[in-house]
């Protein structure tokens, strides 16, 4: 039960060096309102690493990073959008496992699978679409460098 907590939680921290890390050099670059929505949740998801990360604060992350898709230049609209899509599917996820909302992640994803030991399998199988969104997520970092001067971790 702690190993599925503790993917949950790498999981969280891969999405979070989007937001994470690092802070802009100068101003937020020529990319108008896709860097000022990039540094606005840079932000407001410093935190993703705390210990008290709630499905909540997962869900308006992911809320967040629509948002954010929805304004990114052609060339990245799409990763962004799929890393969307797999917080959106976490959430879902956790949702439909009546995983508490407003609990810690790691303890409510914990009590969820001393409820339903099944749980854990299906989760572990949601996990891996965050796997697959790696990629994605570098390629997000090397455009915001780029676009915005915006660190948001090691893409290089």
Known sequence: MKRLATMAATTVLAIG??????????????????????????????????ADLTMDDLSSMGDKIGDIADSAPDEVSSEWGS?????????????????????????????????????RARLSEQMS????????????????KEECDIDLGDSE
């Open 17 to 50: 060096t989007l937001t994470a890390c690092g802070g802009s050099d100068g101003d937020s670059g020529d990319g108008g309102g896709y860097c000022d929505q990039v540094k606005d949740a840079q932000g407001e998801f410093s935190d993703l690493e705390s």
């Open 129 to 144: 679409s965050f796997q697959d969104a790696q990629s994605n997520i570098e390629t997000v970092q090397k455009n915001v």
């Open 83 to 119: 890393v969307g899509s797999a917080v959106d599917d976490m959430v879902g996820a956790l949702e439909d496992a009546d995983v508490a909302s407003d609990k810690p992640l790691n303890e409510a994803v914990t009590e969820a699978v001393q409820k339903d030991p099944d749980l």
